[in-house]
């Protein structure tokens, strides 16, 4: 019996095959056949593809595009598991696509959600505020700047409003909407929630604003994967890439340069992080 058993578990294990190697994108001076990492490549680029074959338990392929666009097609066509794109490139292969994990710059912000609100019973789109005021939680990186960054992308370009009313904080951009000195508000998800979240579910200290919309600003670029790779696949990749500037430095510089030059870490994203899609 024993025997039996033995012999019906050393099938099942002839037959499970192994998982297929992952297959990672990068571009470089020509489109090659996927292949593992040549001994003389770079050092980084050497320790980020033996991590991920590490973490992810199977062999990782290195598959040399010339270009954004082809990577793009090679995507779509199911010929790479994940590489980094930009807007231009993932608009083409959209439907079948997604961004999964962005980087961010080592002295930047995070791409934050901004809220932009109008008083209760406003109207917030672009030409229902043409030539009115807009204001700002003050002058800062995150105050001005992120909001400007996402107005613009969002059809709200600096030539759409009549003026700008940059407040001292979130506390006096509120106030000078509620007071119609301006017409709107734009401030980033945390100064807003600062400001308007109750101490109880009934407490709504901002019931007398209504949110417009909410969006983050587009992502230069992202790592992108097909849509239909499993979740189970996607937040594994996510999360060996998020400890990497911490657990593999020269891997992480490696991958990180794929983005830009000044990278602090990798963090999530939202699918559409390479459009301008509002969030819900």
């Not at 056949?33 to 973490?55: D, E, H, I, M």
Request: hydrophobic letters at 45%; a positive charge; charged letters at 20%.
């Amino acid at each position: 019996m024993k025997r039996a058993l033995f012999a019906l578990a050393a099938i099942g294990l002839m037959g499970a095959a192994a998982p297929p190697p992952f297959r990672l994108g990068t571009i470089g001076v020509a489109t090659e056949p996927c292949a593992a990492v040549n001994a003389s490549a770079p050092t980084g680029q050497k320790a980020y593809f033996n991590l991920l074959s590490k973490r992810l338990e199977r062999p990782v392929l290195n598959c040399s595009v010339a270009s954004a666009a082809e990577g793009a097609v090679a995507l779509a066509a199911g010929k790479i598991d994940m590489i980094a794109l930009d807007p231009a490139s993932y608009a083409t292969i959209r439907s079948v696509a997604r961004a999964t994990m962005t980087v961010r710059p080592a002295q930047g912000l995070t791409r934050v959600p901004v809220v932009f609100a109008v008083k209760g019973g406003g109207q917030g789109s672009p030409q229902s505020l043409k030539g009115r005021t807009i204001a700002f939680g003050g002058s800062s990186l995150p105050g001005l700047t992120l909001p400007r960054q996402v107005l613009a992308q969002q059809g709200f370009g600096p030539d759409l409003f009549g003026n700008e009313l940059i407040a001292g904080d979130e506390v006096a951009a509120l106030a000078a909407v509620r007071a119609g000195k301006a017409d709107a508000v734009a401030l980033q998800v945390a100064a807003w929630q600062r400001q308007c979240r109750g101490a109880s579910p009934t407490d709504r200290p901002c019931a007398d604003l209504k949110i417009v919309w909410r969006a983050r600003p587009e992502a230069d670029k992202a790592f992108v994967v097909r849509r239909d790779m499993s979740d189970q696949e996607r937040y594994r990749l996510i999360g060996i890439h998020m400890a990497m500037h911490l657990e593999d430095k020269p891997a992480f510089a490696w991958a990180a340069a794929q983005f830009a030059t000044d990278s602090g870490d990798f963090e999530p994203a939202e699918a559409e992080a390479l459009t301008t899609a509002r969030l819900p």
